[in-house]
């Protein structure tokens, strides 16, 4: 099978700024799940930074054992392979760094202003563009590799949707009016993670937390938390130091919400 021109290896590394993300590159017209490759590759041991980008996924992954459709021709289905050298407890900034950069990509390539529905969502008037998988090792009480596996719908029409989701998500085209380019915004992700990254490592987590909370929709707002046990109702105010929600609840206590217990609706 052959890769599409607009994905192409070259397409994307010619536009490539960034000294890591993307440098080491393998586009593969079709794969089970980019994330699983990554976390492979990672186990053998390739470098940070390699990333894999499909034009279909087969078994596209989210969040909570959810499948993630993955249609050939119309999105950006990657995966990129990182190293933190940090706590496991900073993990979760590493999602919504990932969300920054690809807000700040999608904006530079097609004009749109994503708003982050947090941990993992972008969403353009309540509708989802981008949804983030973060999945990782750990060696003893470090972290092993992580991959951050990031879909971002490109070229999706209406029908394009499955059932379930076609009232709650669209496309960069379909927001913005255009036809973007995918390999144009595959380069424009990887080096925006490459710059948000290398902040990250040089001691930026705060500056990550910063462009998160100015991105997060979800503040301000009322959320439900369903843990899967019980579900209850708040109003998220803040992002902790590691990423976690801060929702205040019924009876005025501020609840520490973290991303891998529970789903947030507002
Ligand atoms: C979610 O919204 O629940 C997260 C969706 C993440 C989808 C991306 S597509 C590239 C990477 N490979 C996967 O199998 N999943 C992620």
């Not at 144009?184 to 930026?204: I, K, M, N, Q, T």
Request: contains cysteine.
């Amino acid at each position: 099978m052959i890769v599409p021109l607009d994905i192409a290896p070259e397409a994307i590394q010619s536009r490539l700024t960034g000294r890591s993300i993307g440098r080491r590159l393998q586009v593969v017209a079709e794969i089970g799940s980019t994330n699983d490759a990554v976390m492979a590759a990672g186990q053998a041991g390739e470098p940070e930074g390699f990333a894999v980008l499909a034009d279909r996924q087969t078994s596209g992954r989210g969040r909570r054992g959810r499948s993630w459709a993955s249609l050939p021709g119309v999105g950006v289905w990657t995966s990129i392979l990182l190293r933190p050298q940090v706590s496991p407890l900073k993990a979760p900034l590493l999602t919504l760094m990932a969300g920054a950069a690809a807000a700040e990509a999608i904006a530079t390539t097609a004009g749109v202003e994503l708003r982050l529905k947090w941990p993992n969502d972008l969403l353009l008037d309540g509708q989802k563009v981008v949804g983030i998988l973060s999945e990782m090792t750990m060696t003893g009480q470090r972290i092993g590799h992580v991959a951050i596996g990031i879909g971002i719908n490109v070229h999706h029409r209406r029908e394009d949707f499955p059932d379930d989701v076609r009232d709650s998500a669209t496309s960069i085209d379909l927001a913005a009016g255009l036809r973007a380019n995918r390999g144009e915004v595959a380069a424009a992700l990887y080096d925006a993670l490459d710059r948000w990254y290398a902040a990250f490592c040089g001691d930026g987590a705060a500056m990550v937390l910063q462009a998160a909370r100015m991105k997060t929709a979800t503040l301000g707002k009322t959320v439900t938390v369903d843990t899967g046990t019980a579900r209850w109702q708040g109003t998220a105010v803040d992002l902790d130091e590691d990423g976690a929600l801060l929702v205040r609840d019924a009876q005025g206590t501020i609840r520490r919400v973290l991303a891998d217990d529970v789903s947030v609706r507002c």
